[in-house]
């Protein structure tokens, strides 16, 4: 089974901007992964951000944006604002049949 | 809007099956896929597997072919077996539909503990 890297943490200051970052071992993630962005905070549920690399729902706040970036799906964060402080995940489909989350970045706005 | 809702027991026996459902409102069935997700208390998210709306399943290979997943039309909800129970599955549960290009909706997730 395929292994989907995060960084496990990052920091970024308020107002600032910071790209988190989902690699497969297998290679390039390319749109046919379908990357999705989940962010969780703390007893919640996670919500989605992204979909299908670079869709946002109707409450993703437009700071937040996703692209392909150096063979990685990407998600970019301009203007944090202290409410963004949570956890990311990233999932990745392969060939449709099989789904992999990424193991998660803790994201710190300070 | 689509409202995912997952129900079952909170308690189950090691050995034993855990059994969920999730109760879809607000939506169709087709055209996505219905996963279930879980997530162990302090640790990572993990995808259990999906029925798509045409029937068809998949699922994680490391769970052994313990998780089955299943569509009831009649009254709009999907279920999950999972046999075998054992400690590391205690997690919190959520029932997820997404595909279609319509993004992802999330359930508010259920905990289940496995415990004699």
Known sequence: ?110 | QVRLQESGPGLVKPSETLSLTCTISGGSINPYFWSWSRQPPGKGLEWIGYVFYTGSTSYNPSLNSRATISLHRSDNRFSLNLNSVTAADTAVYYCVRSGGSGGAYWGQGTLVTVSS
């Open chain 1, 1 to 110: 089974q395929a292994v989907v890297t995060q960084e496990p943490s990052l920091t970024v200051s308020p107002g600032g901007t910071v790209t988190l970052t989902c690699g497969s071992s297998t290679g390039a993630v390319t749109s046919d992964h379908y990357p999705y962005w989940y962010q969780q905070k703390p007893g919640q549920a996670p919500r989605t951000l992204i979909y299908d690399t670079t869709n946002s729902h109707s409450w993703t706040p437009a700071r937040f944006s996703g692209s392909l970036l150096g063979g990685k799906a990407a998600l970019t964060l301009s203007g944090a604002q202290p409410e963004d402080e949570a956890d990311y995940y990233c999932l990745l489909s392969y060939n449709v049949v099989s789904w992999v989350f990424g193991g998660g970045t803790k994201l710190t706005v300070l």
